[in-house]
């Protein structure tokens, strides 16, 4: 009897070890996701209302291009947003990243959003088209959208007294670790937070410096603490990061330790960014979401809402002052310091050091009449190296000298604010000698033929007409038009010569007005340079629009918010219909640097800043 009770025993335990084991590892084989995925936050709304496209793709397989969004017929593009999801599903952690976008219906009716197109590691993935229904609305205007967050999937109640999965496991020999993770660096156990003592799971934030200046680095830290081998899915959900530029990708590390006989799991993300609003702003709270399993409830916990406060930049900055915030060098160097006229020159211009380089405008330099000087182009080498943006920013301008000589370029000035010194401090580079040689090119000869003086055959010499034609008399020399042009022209000439080196004269002793009178020619020719199919296409379009309002202004503009900008362009005149349209123009380059490039949009833009751009000229 005994042998029989205990092997009914055995085998009773071994049907439920087997069913455990395929509930355990049902959600791996749920979670083995696509490599680009979309989908939309409901399919029925009206014209009142937002929808949030989403586009989640497995950073697992790496090499990933932000998504093409296909011709959104029948919806306008609000706004942007990205996030990163992190899942943890039995011990075993992924990672997403999800492309938000918020969309308002323009018309009504059954609409098609396209699929939308992912390039990973040199391959194109496609999601499916998602259809939508949009019917009329009230026509009252919608509210701002928030961004989508996680859903919550309720768990199963827990059984009172009922083992959790890990230790009825655990009980049957078989205890499941998680395979352990080669990336995970040892903790101190004093650095954990005391609440971990009365807690399995918990979450933390901060920001390294809760009052910034403008435009000066920050790093928030967010800090998720678990038991080793938890099992279920659990998903992050990061902040939005609103009236922030976000700088890259975030910087994921992992951490272990023992608390109390567990062993403990923390990951740590680490995100830098760079405050584009002055006052008070809000970073509101990352959670994560357990979405539990059979025998555990699932449950979300989310950090506080962390509170920064944004200073304005202090007054008194150097008139080239463009907005840039850190600590910076510049240097400068052409390609060849010997060359003849004609022959092109390299001037490159390197901006290096640590702070807000991808947002500042660049600096300004003179170049002497005896150059031509075409457009320059800069390129960003910028990465993040312990919590700070660091690298460098390339000018290359080419110059073509229109004669021979030793010149000198000038020293070129690049100031910024130090938020270490509190101080607006300038660096400089060298100034540099080009010596320029003649072309070299040697007109030819003009030879007389059949000169006598020269020898050559002479011709016959014929005598002049000594009688006067009846029929014409003698016209006195002051009655001849041509005698009185010969005496006014060169005094005109001579009068706008003297206008000319009076204005040339004063442009030089006020470069601010030269700058202001060739402001919208300047903007021309840096948007004709632009190619609207570049990544940095927005971005470049919104400097050449901030640069030419500053030489218009006689003061920077960079870092000012919209309602600031449009005060000073009210003040100067600027009707309120032109000053919408600087802060759409702005708007839609800040929004384009998140979204993906479309051509026509990007021709729209070109062609509506450049007559922006004219209609301004005319008032300031």
């Not at 009770?5 to 335990?13: A, E």
């Not at 049902?26 to 029925?44: L, N």
């Not at 939005?240 to 799991?265: A, M, Y």
């Given at each position: 009897?005994?042998?029989?009770?205990?092997?009914?025993?055995?085998?009773?335990?071994?049907?439920?070890?087997?069913?455990?084991?395929?509930?355990?590892?049902?959600?791996?084989?749920?979670?083995?996701?696509?490599?680009?995925?979309?989908?939309?936050?409901?399919?029925?709304l009206t014209t009142d209302?937002?929808?949030?496209?989403?586009?989640?793709?497995?950073?697992?397989?790496?090499?990933?291009?932000?998504?093409?969004?296909?011709?959104?017929?029948?919806?306008?593009?609000?706004?942007?947003?990205?996030?990163?999801?992190?899942?943890?599903?039995?011990?075993v952690q992924s990672t997403?990243?999800?492309?938000?976008?918020?969309?308002?219906?323009?018309?009504?009716?059954?609409?098609?959003?396209?699929?939308?197109?992912?390039?990973?590691?040199?391959?194109?993935?496609?999601?499916?088209?998602?259809?939508?229904?949009?019917?009329?609305?009230?026509?009252?205007?919608?509210?701002?959208?928030?961004?989508?967050?996680?859903?919550?999937?309720?768990?199963?109640?827990?059984?009172?007294?009922?083992?959790?999965?890990?230790?009825?496991?655990?009980?049957?020999?078989?205890?499941?670790?998680?395979?352990?993770?080669?990336?995970?660096?040892?903790?101190?156990?004093?650095?954990?937070?005391?609440?971990?003592?009365?807690?399995?799971?918990?979450?933390?934030?901060?920001?390294?410096?809760?009052?910034?200046?403008?435009?000066?680095?920050?790093?928030?830290?967010?800090?998720?603490?678990?038991?080793?081998?938890?099992?279920?899915?659990?998903?992050?959900?990061?902040?939005?990061?609103?009236?922030?530029?976000?700088?890259?990708?975030?910087?994921?590390?992992?951490?272990?330790?023992?608390?109390?006989?567990?062993?403990?799991?923390?990951?740590?993300?680490?995100?830098?960014?760079?405050?584009?609003?002055?006052?008070?702003?809000?970073?509101?709270?990352?959670?994560?979401?357990?979405?539990?399993?059979?025998?555990?409830?699932?449950?979300?916990?989310?950090?506080?809402?962390?509170?920064?406060?944004?200073?304005?930049?202090?007054?008194?900055a150097p008139a080239g002052?463009?907005?840039?915030?850190?600590?910076?060098?510049?240097?400068?160097?052409?390609?060849?310091?010997?060359?003849?006229?004609?022959?092109?020159?390299?001037?490159?211009?390197?901006?290096?050091?640590?702070?807000?380089?991808?947002?500042?405008?660049?600096?300004?330099?003179?170049?002497?009449?005896?150059?031509?000087?075409?457009?320059?182009?800069?390129?960003?080498?910028?990465?993040?190296?312990?919590?700070?943006?660091?690298?460098?920013?390339?000018?290359?301008?080419?110059?073509?000298?229109?004669?021979?000589?030793?010149?000198?370029?000038?020293?070129?000035?690049?100031?910024?604010?130090?938020?270490?010194?509190?101080?607006?401090?300038?660096?400089?580079?060298?100034?540099?000698?080009?010596?320029?040689?003649?072309?070299?090119?040697?007109?030819?000869?003009?030879?007389?033929?059949?000169?006598?003086?020269?020898?050559?055959?002479?011709?016959?010499?014929?005598?002049?007409?000594?009688?006067?034609?009846?029929?014409?008399?003698?016209?006195?020399?002051?009655?001849?038009?041509?005698?009185?042009?010969?005496?006014?022209?060169?005094?005109?000439?001579?009068?706008?010569?003297?206008?000319?080196?009076?204005?040339?004269?004063?442009?030089?002793?006020?470069?601010?007005?030269?700058?202001?009178?060739?402001?919208?020619?300047?903007?021309?020719?840096?948007?004709?340079?632009?190619?609207?199919?570049?990544?940095?296409?927005?971005?470049?379009?919104?400097?050449?629009?901030?640069?030419?309002?500053?030489?218009?202004?006689?003061?920077?503009?960079?870092?000012?918010?919209?309602?600031?900008?449009?005060?000073?362009?009210?003040?100067?005149?600027?009707?309120?219909?032109?000053?919408?349209?600087?802060?759409?123009?702005?708007?839609?380059?800040?929004?384009?640097?998140?979204?993906?490039?479309?051509?026509?949009?990007?021709?729209?833009?070109?062609?509506?800043?450049?007559?922006?751009?004219?209609?301004?000229?005319?008032?300031?």
């Open positions: 009897m005994d042998v029989n009770m205990k092997f009914r025993q055995k085998f009773y335990l071994a049907i439920v070890s087997t069913l455990l084991l395929g509930l355990l590892a049902m959600p791996a084989f749920a979670q083995s996701p696509d490599i680009v995925t979309a989908e939309v936050d409901r399919r029925d209302e937002f929808l949030t496209l989403s586009v989640i793709i497995n950073q697992a397989f790496g090499g990933i291009s932000e998504p093409i969004l296909p011709p959104l017929h029948g919806f306008d593009l609000i706004g942007t947003s990205t996030s990163l999801n992190m899942s943890i599903v039995n011990g997403e990243k999800v492309f938000n976008y918020t969309l308002h219906p323009s018309s009504v009716g059954d609409q098609v959003i396209g699929p939308v197109t992912v390039n990973v590691n040199g391959q194109d993935y496609h999601t499916n088209p998602i259809s939508v229904n949009v019917s009329q609305g009230t026509g009252q205007p919608p509210s701002q959208p928030t961004n989508p967050s996680m859903p919550s999937v309720p768990g199963f109640p827990s059984i009172p007294g009922f083992p959790s999965i890990g230790g009825l496991l655990k009980q049957f020999g078989l205890d499941m670790q998680a395979t352990p993770d080669i990336n995970v660096q040892q903790l101190d156990p004093a650095m954990l937070p005391a609440e971990l003592l009365e807690n399995d799971y918990l979450v933390e934030a901060e920001v390294d410096n809760p009052a910034p200046y403008l435009g000066e680095q920050i790093t928030y830290t967010f800090r998720y603490y678990r038991p080793v081998g938890s099992v279920g899915t659990q998903s992050y959900q990061s902040p939005d990061f609103s009236g922030f530029w976000v700088h890259s990708e975030p910087v994921e590390n992992h951490f272990g330790t023992q608390l109390g006989g567990r062993n403990i799991r923390m990951t740590e993300i680490k995100q830098v960014l760079l405050p584009t609003v002055i006052g008070e702003v809000e970073i509101e709270s990352a959670q994560i979401t357990s979405e539990g399993d059979i025998f555990n409830r699932g449950f979300t916990i989310q950090t506080p809402p962390e509170l920064v406060t944004v200073q304005p930049l202090p007054d008194g002052f463009s907005g840039a915030v850190g600590e910076f060098n510049i240097m400068a160097e052409v390609d060849h310091q010997q060359t003849k006229v004609n022959d092109a020159v390299t001037l490159k211009i390197i901006i290096n050091g640590a702070g807000n380089l991808e947002t500042f405008a660049d600096p300004e330099w003179e170049i002497g009449p005896q150059w031509r000087a075409f457009d320059s182009q800069a390129v960003n080498n910028i990465f993040s190296q312990e919590g700070m943006i660091t690298g460098e920013r390339t000018i290359e301008q080419v110059l073509v000298p229109t004669m021979a000589g030793d010149f000198t370029i000038p020293a070129i000035q690049f100031s910024y604010f130090d938020p270490a010194s509190e101080t607006y401090q300038t660096a400089s580079t060298g100034a540099i000698e080009i010596s320029v040689a003649p072309d070299g090119s040697v007109t030819a000869p003009v030879t007389i033929e059949n000169d006598p003086i020269a020898g050559g055959p002479t011709r016959e010499i014929r005598p002049l007409k000594s009688t006067l034609n009846s029929s014409s008399l003698p016209i006195h020399l002051t009655q001849n038009a041509s005698f009185w042009l010969l005496w006014i022209v060169p005094l005109f000439l001579l009068i706008g010569q003297y206008g000319w080196h009076k204005r040339k004269e004063n442009s030089m002793k006020n470069p601010q007005a030269k700058r202001n009178q060739k402001a919208a020619k300047k903007a021309y020719q840096a948007l004709k340079a632009v190619d609207i199919n570049s990544p940095e296409y927005y971005s470049s379009v919104g400097r050449i629009m901030t640069t030419y309002l500053s030489d218009k202004l006689n003061r920077s503009v960079a870092g000012l918010t919209q309602a600031e900008l449009s005060g000073i362009l009210l003040a100067h005149g600027v009707s309120r219909e032109l000053v919408e349209q600087v802060r759409t123009c702005l708007t839609i380059s800040e929004m384009g640097q998140y979204s993906p490039i479309h051509q026509a949009e990007s021709k729209d833009l070109h062609l509506e800043t450049k007559s922006l751009i004219a209609n301004l000229d005319k008032v300031l």
